[in-house]
């Protein structure tokens, strides 16, 4: 079967602009790995160590705010007890801050399994555009270019061969 090439340089065009893409895929799929890195980080080291030292903190507010509520219910004045508002009210915001704190701790727990679940699925997909972008697009740039050079060997001896006539 005879080949109909129309133009040798179209083919080098394409072998050219699919080395491009070839280079922006391999960009484009190390910035995904990269971000996806991170938000798992995000989740496994920041989250999951902010919220139990919130935690801490909120429960030794809590204690705090307890002690000062009960010190300020077992002090009267001119033989009335106050009625230590503000200590009570501190003491519900500490107590609404710890729960807060517990919750998202239960959160990231929950989170960090989901995140690393869908990254690590994530990162097997990127395998297969990886493996597309490191071992079948090099390969297709090079029959495209031996192709190439064939035909201009195959040109070249046809205008010998012309000439010759």
Same mark, same amino acid.
């Given at each position: 079967?005879?080949?109909?090439?129309?133009?040798?340089?179209?083919?080098?065009?394409?072998?050219?602009?699919?080395?491009?893409?070839?280079?922006?895929?391999?960009?484009?799929?190390?910035?995904?790995?990269?971000?996806?890195?991170?938000?798992?980080?995000?989740?496994?080291?920041?989250?999951?160590?902010?919220?139990?030292?919130?935690?801490?903190?909120?429960?030794?507010?809590?204690?705090? +705010?307890?002690?000062?509520?009960?010190?300020?219910?077992?002090?009267?004045?001119? $033989? @009335?007890?106050? %009625?230590?508002? #503000?200590? =009570?009210?501190?003491?519900?915001?500490?107590?609404?801050?710890?729960?807060?704190?517990?919750?998202?701790?239960?959160?990231?727990?929950?989170?960090?399994?989901?995140?690393?679940?869908?990254?690590?699925?994530?990162?097997?997909?990127?395998?297969?555009?990886?493996?597309?972008?490191?071992?079948?697009?090099?390969?297709?740039? +090079?029959?495209?270019?031996?192709?190439?050079?064939?035909?201009?060997?195959?040109? $070249? @001896?046809?205008? %010998?061969?012309? #000439?010759? =006539?």
């Amino acid at each position: 079967m005879p080949a109909n090439v129309k133009s040798i340089d179209a083919i080098r065009s394409f072998r050219s602009h699919l080395k491009d893409y070839r280079d922006s895929l391999r960009q484009t799929l190390d910035i995904l790995t990269t971000e996806v890195s991170r938000a798992v980080d995000y989740f496994e080291s920041d989250r999951a160590a902010y919220w139990p030292s919130q935690e801490r903190k909120a429960s030794d507010k809590l204690a705090e +705010a307890r002690i000062n509520l009960e010190r300020c219910q077992m002090t009267t004045r001119d $033989g @009335q007890q106050r %009625s230590c508002y #503000d200590e =009570k009210k501190a003491f519900q915001i500490a107590k609404a801050r710890l729960q807060l704190c517990r919750d998202k701790v239960k959160a990231t727990k929950k989170w960090v399994v989901i995140v690393r679940r869908q990254a690590d699925q994530f990162k097997m997909r990127i395998a297969q555009l990886s493996f597309l972008s490191d071992h079948d697009l090099p390969r297709s740039i +090079a029959v495209l270019e031996r192709l190439a050079s064939r035909l201009d060997q195959y040109v $070249g @001896q046809a205008e %010998s061969h012309a #000439d010759d =006539k």
